[in-house]
Nanobody, 119 residues
Framework: QVQLVESGGGLVQAGGSLRLSCAAS????????MGWYRQAPGKQRELVAV???????NYGDSVKGRFTISRDNAKNTVYLQMNSLKPEDTAVYYC?????????????WGQGTQVTVSS
């Protein structure tokens, strides 16, 4: 199992920046995939950015070129640097981790952190 604790959300004006942090309760070397999803009111949860299979990164189309995912292995923490924020980036951002368990896998989610971008 893994516990995920997010921090760094808040209110920012359009064009501004925020950095989210997600601290894992175990070494991120033992985590198969880790990153961020978001969910806006009335919409489905969508991919923001994730590390998979080690160092491979995947970004959602709407954030490419503006958001950057990074990690600090020593702190078991993944970060999401969000630049050039837009009102449509307003959502609850969830940290995500996938652990391989036998022949399958388990998904874990943080409690979520609110990001609000004002126009």
């Amino acid at each position: 199992q893994v516990q995920l604790v997010e921090s760094g959300g808040g209110l920012v004006q359009a064009g501004g920046s925020l950095r989210l942090s997600c601290a894992a309760s175990r070494s991120i070397f033992s985590i198969n995939a880790m990153g961020w999803y978001r969910q806006a009111p009335g919409k489905q949860r969508e991919l923001v950015a994730v590390f998979t299979s080690g160092s491979i990164t995947n970004y959602g189309d709407s954030v490419k070129g503006r958001f950057t995912i990074s990690r600090d292995n020593a702190k078991n923490t993944v970060y999401l640097q969000m630049n050039s924020l837009k009102p449509e980036d307003t959502a609850v951002y969830y940290c995500y981790a996938r652990l391989l368990v036998g022949l399958g896998d388990n998904d874990y989610w943080g409690q979520g952190t609110q990001v609000t971008v004002s126009s």
